[in-house]
């Protein structure tokens, strides 16, 4: 079972800012929160990975709370080509394997 | 998702026959993986391999599911006897050399396996 836990589906207005939760209230001191996002049927796109520190590239932002047991990522200015399925993953498996868990995702909708 | 290619895109059998899936890893990487998605599901594991060995193959159905990933040349996932519940989207991942949890995994284009 995925380590986490997002909304089914968001709506975000094009040019405002999408605010994408997740929950990963069991995750060990040693594991990264990634976050993935599909369009389409196309192969999952990787934005932006973090451990405790809040992180920001050309994508996106991620905030992860202090505990870890939650995190955030933010598009800055959703476009209607951010309208995708975003996937956070906490790494998994024991040591040695780097396995991606999936959730469901959350579907989001970024409208005219 | 340039660098990691995953041909064909779309593969077409009849039950009873095999299919062979190809990945080849972004330039660097030597840790592939390879994930299956059902429509309207996300992505499950499969197996991870690092050059000539499977690491963790806790994902693969027991039987008729099988994958390799060779000194040289791409990565196979090769499925044997293929039944109707095997279409689906075939995706493979990479990460760098001694890819920890810090080196994301870079995600193919996917092959879609259709069984007719």
């Known amino acids: 079972d995925a380590k986490t836990t997002q909304p089914t589906s968001m709506d975000c207005a094009e040019g405002r800012a999408a605010n994408l939760p997740c929950n990963h209230s069991?995750?060990?001191?040693?594991?990264?929160v990634y976050w993935y996002r599909q369009i389409h049927s196309q192969g999952p796109q990787y934005i932006i990975h973090?451990?405790?520190n809040n992180e920001t590239n050309e994508m996106a932002s991620l905030i992860i709370t202090e505990d870890r047991k939650s995190s955030t990522l933010i598009l800055p200015h959703a476009t209607l080509r951010d309208t995708a399925v975003y996937y956070c993953?906490?790494?998994?498996?024991?040591?040695?394997?780097?396995?991606?868990?999936f959730g469901t995702g959350t579907r989001l909708k970024v409208l005219a | 998702n340039a660098g990691v290619m995953q041909n064909p895109r779309h593969l077409v059998r009849r039950r009873g026959q095999e299919a062979r899936l190809r990945c080849s890893p972004m330039?660097?990487?030597?840790?592939v993986y390879w994930y299956r998605q059902l429509p309207e599901e996300g992505l499950k594991f499969m197996v991870y391999?690092?050059?000539?060995?499977?690491?963790?193959e806790s994902g693969m159905p027991k039987e008729r599911f099988s994958a390799e990933f060779p000194k040289e040349g791409p990565s196979i996932l090769r499925i044997q006897q293929v039944v109707r519940g095997d279409s689906a989207a075939y995706f493979c991942?990479?990460?760098?050399?001694?890819?920890?949890?810090?080196?994301?995994?870079?995600f193919g284009d996917g092959t879609r396996l259709s069984i007719l």
């Open positions: 991942a990479s990460s760098p050399i001694g890819g920890g949890q810090n080196q994301p995994q870079h």
């Open positions: 069991t995750i060990s001191g040693n594991e990264y």
């Open positions: 973090g451990l405790k």
């Open positions: 993953i906490v790494s998994a498996g024991t040591s040695g394997t780097y396995k991606y868990i």
């Open positions: 330039k660097g990487h030597s840790h």
């Open positions: 391999l690092q050059k000539e060995n499977i690491i963790d």
